[in-house]
T-cell receptor, first 114, second 114 residues
Framework: GNSVTQMEGPVTLSEEAFLTINCTYT??????LFWYVQYPGEGLQLLLKATKADDKGSNKGFEATYRKETTSFHLEKGSVQVSDSAVYFC?????????????FGKGTTLSVSS | GAVVSQHPSRVICKSGTSVKIECRSL??????MFWYRQFPKQSLMLMATSNEGSKATYEQGVEKDKFLINHASLTLSTLTVTSAHPEDSSFYICSAWTAGNTIYFGEGSWLTVV
């Protein structure tokens, strides 16, 4: 079946530290991969995505590369800020009866302190 | 752990009828819940923020008279798609935050309008 596994948090970092949040997936076919972010009290926002192998998604200093050989889509940022504190979700797309839906990982909470 | 449950997981309705989707937080109270829709071949889109005891906040472009949201208790939010049409067929998913700032998603609901 289709599933997403991401590292469990919380991840606690100091400002300007390097961030990696691991994400691996199991899927039939070739899904698109996403990272979503949810800031405290807010709705989900798409952070970045990649639609095929070796694609690199990037946004707001975050990057993730679609690695088909390792079925991974790890999220990285070179220098985190306090404002990056949020919950991050890795997700893959699957086709269903009424369209395409997302399978989400459980989420990783990131806490950045100054 | 905390769980958010959605019901029904799949529903087929006739064009012109209304259908209600429930989102329940099973072991925590949620003053705020979020409703998302998965457009075909696109990412999840936030539709509205459901606030317990007050009116929902709708995202731009979402018809509030068509997608009625009621958050009558701290554990239940409902989304009613009124006068459904085939173009409303989609995957709808809700989420809720716990007081400890952890987010949980419902399982999602597939709506097919025939």
């Amino acid at each position: 079946g289709n599933s997403v596994t991401q590292m469990e948090g919380p991840v606690t970092l100091s400002e300007e530290a390097f961030l990696t949040i691991n994400c691996t997936y199991t899927a039939t076919g070739y899904p698109s991969l996403f990272w979503y972010v949810q800031y405290p009290g807010e709705g989900l926002q798409l952070l970045l995505k990649a639609t095929k192998a070796d694609d690199k998604g990037s946004n707001k200093g975050f990057e993730a590369t679609y690695r088909k050989e390792t079925t991974s889509f790890h999220l990285e940022k070179g220098s985190v800020q306090v404002s990056d504190s949020a919950v991050y979700f890795c997700a893959l797309s699957v086709k269903g009866e009424a369209g395409t839906a997302l399978i989400f990982g459980k989420g990783t909470t990131l806490s950045v302190s100054s | 752990g905390a769980v958010v449950s959605q019901h029904p997981s799949r529903v087929i309705c006739k064009s012109g009828t209304s259908v209600k989707i429930e989102c329940r937080s099973l072991d925590f109270q949620a003053t705020t819940m979020f409703w998302y829709r998965q457009f075909p071949k696109q990412s999840l889109m936030l539709m509205a923020t459901s606030n317990e005891g007050s009116k929902a906040t709708y995202e731009q472009g979402v018809e509030k008279d068509k997608f009625l949201i009621n958050h009558a208790s701290l554990t239940l939010s409902t989304l009613t798609v009124t006068s459904a049409h085939p173009e409303d067929s989609s995957f709808y998913i809700c989420s809720a935050w716990t007081a400890g700032n952890t987010i949980y998603f419902g399982e999602g609901s597939w709506l097919t309008v025939v």
